[in-house]
T-cell receptor
């Protein structure tokens, strides 16, 4: 039990499908993240929400659309994906003391959602 | 710009022997450094971090890491390896701006041989 729960754990979708990944954190944090983990590559930060406001979008294609309805929930909406988008998608959360400030607070990860695009 | 380098893709060590997983970093200002471990088909688990203070940081499962400012390194160590320590290890550095996101190395796969 990590305190960060991701569903589904495994997802197979076609390139024309629309699906969503869900993340919920039970740690009382106020920042949430989506990371992408592909083989042989460093973890890539996709999106960051702090105090429910999106503060980072690292040039992610528009076929990925995040949603953060409150500080405990984070979604990643997927549509018209490509096979190269197949990867492990990791949700994470942390406390953030100041918006835009650096903090020593630890980021805690969920178990990940394995996505395969066919 | 901040970055992390893990020079070894793979480290093999015999059970009971000491282990070291290397990490060097580049960051503006004082670094905030982290180690995470990933077991097969699992997410990343936090092991330890250096923010300030004592250069030797102790973490979960008997792991420790030594911050060396002059060598810009933060190597992960354990005095006696267990087979169950076999996993993928990631070093990470906090950036200055943004909302506290981490920059990760490419990971080092540790195999402990019985």
């Amino acid at each position: 039990e990590t305190g960060v729960t991701q569903t589904p754990r495994h997802l197979v979708m076609g390139m024309t499908n629309k699906k969503s990944l869900k993340c919920e954190q039970h740690l009382g944090h106020n920042a949430m993240y989506w990371y992408k983990q592909s083989a042989k590559k460093p973890l890539e930060l996709m999106f960051v929400y702090s105090l429910e406001e999106r503060v980072e979008n690292n040039s992610v294609p528009s076929r990925f659309s995040p949603e953060c309805p409150n500080s405990s929930h984070l979604f990643l909406h997927l549509h018209t994906l490509q096979p190269e988008d197949s990867a492990l998608y990791l949700c994470a959360s942390s406390s953030t003391t100041t918006l835009g400030g650096r903090s020593g607070n630890t980021i805690y990860f969920g178990e990940g959602s394995w996505l395969t695009v066919v | 710009a901040q970055s992390v380098a893990q020079p070894e893709d793979q480290v093999n060590v015999a059970e009971g022997n000491p282990l070291t997983v290397k990490c060097t970093y580049s960051v503006s200002g004082n670094p905030y450094l982290f180690w995470y471990v990933q077991y097969p088909n699992r997410g990343l688990q936090f092991l330890l971090k250096y923010i300030t203070g004592d250069n030797l940081v102790k973490g979960s499962y008997g792991f420790e890491a030594e911050f060396n400012k002059s060598q810009t390194s933060f190597h992960l160590k354990k005095p006696s390896a267990l087979v169950s320590d076999s996993a993928l290890y990631f070093c990470a550095v906090r950036d200055i701006g943004g909302a506290n996101n981490l920059f990760f190395g490419t990971g080092t796969r540790l195999t402990v041989i019985p």
